[in-house]
């Protein structure tokens, strides 16, 4: 699922899959969340919010339970450089 980047505090990205109504969500934290049975027109106004953050706390966090998938923290080649420099 291709993810648009969002203009947030707390949000970086949100993604849609309207055949199964299901939107990802990830936040600053590297944290990736799914929601399950969410509509196109919710998925449409957290995209367009001037405040996506607060339009997720508001819209979605009340009405949706999500399901963490993934944690996106660092990139490959970020962890690399941690390997070999010892870093954690």
Request: charged share 35%; net charge neutral; glycine share 6%.
């Amino acid at each position: 699922m291709e993810r648009k980047p969002l203009r947030s505090g707390k949000l970086k990205s949100a993604g849609y899959d309207e055949s199964s109504r299901v939107m990802h969500i990830e936040f600053t934290n590297g944290d990736v969340y799914e929601y399950k049975g969410v509509s196109r027109e919710i998925y449409r106004q957290l995209t367009a919010s001037p405040s996506p953050s607060s339009f997720f706390e508001d819209k979605i966090d009340e009405q949706f339970t999500g399901k963490r998938l993934a944690k996106t923290s660092k990139s490959d080649a970020s962890d690399a450089f941690d390997s070999l420099f010892g870093k954690e």
